[in-house]
């Protein structure tokens, strides 16, 4: 009896019919009907994330939507929020112009816009990006660039940024290639001079050298628990082509450079003295990339984020509005935690108006609130809890003595 010939088990074609037939235990599979698996594995990915090991599902916000939601968090920087709206927007069009079935080779292709953020500590810059965490459906993570190193020193390598990509999304590849990372404290990676270094720069210059690749967009090897890479590690492939780097820092002394550019100290008889002393005031808003290229930061990286923001200096009425109004506000904070004590705390307006004034003194922005917080209510808190008091009114006269005797009453500034 004649031997029957090999044939795909799948199609049922036979070896002539194919190119290529690999053979299993006890069947045999051609490549028609490998690409064709792969294609079916591909749609199912994409059309079920979630079940994929993450719970990220895309779904389209609007700007004005985004806004509105960081309004309910953030006091002010409107210029700030409508910025990231719209760039995390663009971001999302840009994922389902990705994931669309049209394949016209004619379709024009979306370029990201990465940001970098400028402002004062203390500002919201941080906030902001926990605050839209909060509202999207695609991974996000916040990272510090004051850990890098350029390989081959004490340090992390930037590619552990996207380890920690990889940790959110539960190690999924699709999703963390179309996720959002802050990386925070950029500033710090400015090297010191506006010339090129003539030495090492490893935690300056080379970690803005090391991320260039990232936010251009390119298949980045990570080693998935982070840290740094060695040659029997195993690593994993992620494509940075469409994933949005949001980049924020405080420069402090980038106002210098800005009112030198600006020329705010001009003399003359036809200089308008308001319109100089209002630009004073906020000095950031003028800011622009020739601005942080002498700050320190390398033209090829300021060529990767095109879009730069400013996040404006908090005034006294922003503070007492970030007392009392966002949902997580301070002051809502101390009662719920009173509450849970079983006990109402009262404060009377004039202690809140004492905390904004403290906190314009020291020039500590948004943290100084808490930390003035913290001095006033620290032996209320101390006490209360074993007391059978059920309310407890701060009123402005125990609130200045607290102060007083605390450490933060030795924090003067000049």
Do not use: W
Not at 66 to 81: M, N, P, R, S, T
């Amino acid at each position: 009896m004649a031997k029957s010939p090999l044939h795909c088990s799948f199609c049922n074609r036979t070896r002539d019919d194919v190119k290529i037939l690999i053979a299993g235990q006890e069947a045999h599979i051609c490549e028609n009907c490998v690409e064709h698996a792969r294609e079916i594995i591909e749609q199912e990915v994409v059309s079920n994330d979630n079940k994929g090991g993450s719970n990220f599902k895309l779904t389209i916000k609007k700007p004005v939507e985004i806004k509105k939601f960081l309004d309910e968090y953030v006091i002010g920087q409107d210029d700030a929020k409508r910025t990231m709206a719209v760039a995390v927007y663009n971001h999302y069009k840009r994922l389902k112009q990705r994931n669309s079935d049209n394949k016209d080779n004619n379709e024009v292709e979306i370029e990201k816009s990465n940001i970098i953020m400028v402002g004062e500590t203390g500002t919201g810059k941080t906030l902001l990006a926990k605050s839209i965490a909060r509202l999207l459906n695609v991974p996000f993570t916040i990272v510090d660039a004051t850990v890098f190193t350029e390989s081959g020193y004490v340090g992390e390598d930037v590619e552990s940024i996207l380890s920690r990509l990889l940790q959110v999304c539960n190690y999924d590849v699709a999703a963390a290639e179309r996720g959002i990372v802050f990386i925070d404290e950029i500033d710090k990676v400015a090297r010191k001079g506006d010339n090129p270094s003539i030495t090492r720069d490893v935690s300056g210059e080379g970690v803005q050298q090391g991320m260039l690749k990232l936010l251009e967009g390119s298949e980045v090897l990570v080693p998935p628990q982070g840290g740094r890479k060695h040659p029997e590690q195993k690593l994993v492939k992620i494509n940075t082509q469409n994933i949005l780097f949001i980049c924020g820092g405080a420069f402090d002394g980038i106002d210098r450079i800005i009112a030198r550019r600006v020329q705010t100290n001009t003399i003359g008889f036809n200089v308008d003295k308001e319109q100089q002393e209002d630009m004073k005031k906020n000095l950031l808003k003028y800011v622009n990339p020739t601005d942080l290229k002498t700050f320190g930061l390398i033209p090829e990286l300021l060529g990767r984020l095109p879009v730069v923001t400013h996040l404006d200096p908090l005034t006294a009425e922003t503070l007492r509005s970030i007392l009392t109004e966002p949902k997580n506000a301070l002051i809502k904070q101390y009662k719920k935690l009173f509450e849970l004590e079983g006990i109402e705390l009262e404060i009377e307006n004039a202690v809140l108006d004492f905390m904004v004034e403290k906190a314009v003194e020291y020039k500590l922005g948004a943290r100084g609130l808490r930390s003035i917080c913290e001095s006033i209510l620290l032996d209320a808190m101390f006490e209360l809890p074993s007391s059978k008091e059920k309310k407890f009114v701060l009123d402005i006269e125990y609130a200045r003595q607290t102060f007083d005797k605390s450490k933060m009453n030795l924090l003067k500034v000049a």
